[in-house]
């Protein structure tokens, strides 16, 4: 489940952001005639249209999973946890209605109504990526329901969505999307740059990708401040592994690194009042370490070590592509044009790795850090867990496949980017679009 | 509340029998198109045919499980907890064959398209299988209600096998009656010999499979044998008119009408069952109010419906008929 989870979080910013950056490239194209960027929104709707299709089937077979390994949950919480999966149904059907129109739209629509029929697919997407995040949110800080004998017997459904780690969740994901999709996507065309390829339609792609991504970035370190004291105030257990903090204390440093090991931090790097700063904006203020955790529901030392240096990498990752943005910044503030020293194209193309590793930990800290729980409080993971069958083997097979799966993908969209230099675009068909036969045929008079 | 839901469910059923049991069904006959160079033409008629509506068809299959573990928790897990394997096999099948599809179109190289074509045909015909062992357990009360029933019994049963077969041989009905009529339109006169002739085959094939499916009944869920012969009995009666009609009609008919009596064939047998079951959703041992949700989370349903209903359905339409005008231009 993780694993399909964590191949499926990794689409999901193509979904959601990559399409977005796909419409400011066709929306520029329009207004301003230009032809670069018209081919770039044309060509990142062949990708998107692949990542989608890969996308959809993960997506699918998550929801499958839902139930496959997790029966205790669905079970059990189903009438509430249901209820976001049921909206963000709607917003599947939506956006797979659309990228469809949008990519079978090419030259068949008017330049404007084709734009405005990408739309939706962005709204959608944000749209879904809320509701899915509130079902994550519930299981943080599960809100809005009755109990009565082990089961569900009440539920306020506006509750249930609108929990109160949903917000906060909610904008720290979206906007993770776009970082990841601008930076990714930045980083694949300042590659291009390095090996030579400085035309303008490279460098269009670079900036409306790494400005977008740039923007976003401070937005972003701002709600994950918040988000962490809002962790601080209602999660105390994942507060208290996020900063490996073994005893209750006020005054308590922030440790950079280090590993708990017999309920001591070893090898950290302590900053004095770091951590009840940060929380209360106090040096006084109190933070409740592992010890306030009742020891029948407290995570193990390795489970607090993975969570604290997950968090330790998201945050740093997240503060070096700040300083990248900052630095693109101030040089385009100064002279409207990219840094010119190549560290700064290589940079970015490691960028794009490093977002998706800052995505990818802020998720660990968020799963890993409400263990031993499933839904906080309520459901224990080893309850919710099937019993069914040899889930290790289900599990190898997943593993398998989406191996599989994902490289395929990379190949395909290699073999994309090869055809499009050798033979230009009308030669490449794609998923939802029409035949490459069926074009050239309504190009002849 | 539970029954608007209960017929929210079927109509999901229903809808994925339809769009996605086509799509099944195209691929179903792509795997019997003959070799490379023979198949050729057969196979783009089906690409054409399913292209940019085919994510569009899936969404069913997501909307049915959602409706069930939100309405019904209960007996979501029990059917998971049971069912572990089928179900397994059908997510293996539509990996396979989503990623197959996405990348068909992609891959130039005719190696590697065959053998991403074969991956797509043949978890075209595994995945409705599996569903359909899946219906047959549930149909037949092999599923118990807390769950963790037999884990190869109750899907390999004559129940649960004749209604796999069942639903393949539907898919492929559909698909074949589907072809038919799209050569049609593009005026290709062998490929709609070749179709009709294949919609016919399946015809038989799912006639004959649905009533013996109907003889074992007898024996192994002898409620539904009743509720099949006595309420339900007027929509067997109109799926199999409407079966014949439009094989009957495939001539001469007007494609319109050749789809929906098609499409009308397909729905009223599998809204025969759901009639013949209810009030139960396993079996005869667990009914929809007995594993229903509260009340709140119903209504929270309905309301999705109901937002699904206003929102969707114009752009679903809006896409159907972009793409039949898609295929006009450029036939």
Redesign the interface.
């Known amino acids: 489940m993780a694993f399909t989870l964590g191949f499926h979080i990794i689409l999901v910013p193509f979904g959601v952001a990559f399409t977005f950056l796909m419409l400011v490239a066709n929306y520029r194209g329009i207004r301003r005639g230009d032809a670069d960027a018209l081919l770039l929104a044309r060509r990142w709707s062949k990708v998107a249209a692949v990542l989608f299709a890969v996308g959809a089937v993960s997506g699918t077979v998550l929801s499958f999973e839902l139930g496959l390994l997790w029966p205790g949950l669905m079970g059990r919480f189903g009438a509430a946890y249901g209820i976001p999966f049921a909206i963000e149904g709607i917003f599947f059907f939506i956006e797979a209605i659309f990228v469809a129109i949008y990519i079978y739209g090419w030259d068949r629509l008017s330049p404007w109504a084709h734009f405005w029929s990408g739309v939706p697919v962005t709204v959608a997407g944000l749209g879904g990526t809320a509701s899915v995040v509130a079902a994550n949110a519930w299981m943080n800080q599960p809100g809005g329901i009755t109990m009565r004998a082990g089961r569900v017997v009440g539920v306020d459904v506006w509750a249930v969505v609108f929990n109160g780690a949903f917000w906060y969740e909610m904008l720290h994901m979206f906007l993770a999307a776009y970082i990841v999709a601008g930076f990714v996507v930045a980083g694949v065309y300042a590659a291009g740059m390095l090996k030579g390829r400085r035309n303008r339609y490279h460098r269009v792609g670079f900036l409306v990708a790494f400005t977008t991504a740039a923007v976003v970035m401070p937005v972003q370190i701002f709600v994950g401040d918040v988000a962490a004291r809002e962790v601080f105030k209602h999660e105390p257990a994942k507060f208290a592994a996020i900063e490996t903090l073994p005893h209750t204390g006020t005054h308590v440093p922030e440790t950079l690194g280090g590993v708990l090991v017999n309920g001591k931090v070893r090898y950290g790097l302590k900053i004095p009042d770091g951590a009840s700063l940060l929380s209360g904006l106090r040096s006084s203020t109190r933070v409740e370490g592992l010890d306030a955790i009742p020891a029948a529901v407290r995570p193990a030392a390795r489970l607090v070590n993975i969570v604290h240096l997950a968090f330790d990498v998201m945050v740093g990752t997240g503060f070096a592509l700040l300083g990248l943005s900052t630095w693109f910044g101030f040089v385009w503030w100064r002279r409207r044009d990219l840094p010119r020293t190549r560290w700064f194209l290589r940079a970015c193309t490691l960028a794009g790795v490093l977002s998706i590793v800052a995505l990818k930990s802020g998720w660990i800290v968020t799963e890993v850090g409400r263990q031993p729980w499933t839904v906080r409080g309520l459901l224990l993971t080893r309850d919710a867990v099937t019993t069914s069958g040899n889930v290790w083997a289900f599990f190898a097979g997943a593993l398998v496949i989406y191996a599989a799966v994902g490289s395929a993908a990379v190949l395909v969209l290699r073999g994309m980017r090869k055809r499009w230099a050798a033979s230009g675009d009308a030669a490449v068909d794609v998923p939802y679009g029409p035949n490459a036969g069926d074009i050239a045929a309504e190009a002849r008079p | 509340m539970t029954t608007v839901v209960a017929i929210g469910l079927l109509l999901g059923v229903i809808a994925y029998a339809l769009f996605g049991g086509a799509d099944f069904g195209a691929g179903f006959w792509d795997l019997t198109a003959g070799g490379a160079e023979r198949g050729r033409r057969p196979r783009?008629l089906m690409?054409?045919a399913i292209?940019?509506?085919?994510?569009?068809n899936?969404?069913w299959?997501?909307?049915c499980?959602?409706?069930v573990?939100?309405?019904f928790?209960?007996a979501?897990?029990?059917?998971?907890?049971?069912l572990?394997?089928p179900?397994?096999f059908a997510?293996?099948g539509?990996?396979?064959r989503?990623?197959g599809?996405?990348?068909r179109?992609?891959?130039?190289h005719t190696d590697y398209q065959r053998v991403n074509g074969a991956a797509f045909a043949l978890s075209s015909v595994i995945t409705p299988f599996f569903f359909g062992t899946v219906i047959g357990g549930i149909a037949s009360g092999r599923v118990p209600a807390a769950?963790?029933g037999d884990?190869i019994r109750s899907w390999v049963n004559p129940s649960s096998l004749l209604t796999g077969g069942l639903a393949i041989a539907i898919c492929a009905y559909l698909a074949a009656v589907f072809l038919t009529v799209d050569a049609q339109r593009g005026g290709e006169q062998d490929l709609q010999q070749w179709s009709r002739r294949r919609a016919w085959i399946a015809a038989w094939l799912a006639g004959a499979l649905a009533v013996a499916d109907l003889a074992v009944s007898h024996h192994d869920a002898h409620r539904l044998f009743t509720h099949l012969t006595g309420r339900a009995l007027p929509l067997t009666i109109i799926s199999a008119l409407a079966g014949a009609l439009a094989l009957a009609l495939m001539h001469r008919g007007s494609p319109r009408l050749i789809r929906t009596l098609a499409g009308v064939a397909v729905a009223a047998l599998v809204a025969g069952w759901g009639v013949a079951q209810y009030p139960y959703l396993l079996g005869t041992h667990t009914s929809f109010t007995d594993a229903a949700?509260?009340t709140?989370?119903l209504?929270?349903?309905v309301v999705?419906f109901a937002?699904?209903a206003v929102?969707?359905a114009p752009?679903?339409t809006?896409?159907y008929r972009?793409?039949q005008r898609?295929q006009l231009?450029?036939g």
């Open positions: 783009a690409d054409h292209g940019p509506v085919w994510e569009a899936h969404t299959l997501i909307y499980l959602v409706v573990w939100t309405g928790p209960a979501f897990a029990a059917i998971m907890t049971t572990y394997l179900l397994g997510v293996l539509i990996v396979v989503g990623s599809f996405a990348f179109k992609v891959i130039v769950g963790h884990s949700a509260p709140s989370s209504t929270a349903l999705v937002a699904a929102i969707v752009s679903i809006l896409l972009l793409q898609g231009e450029s």
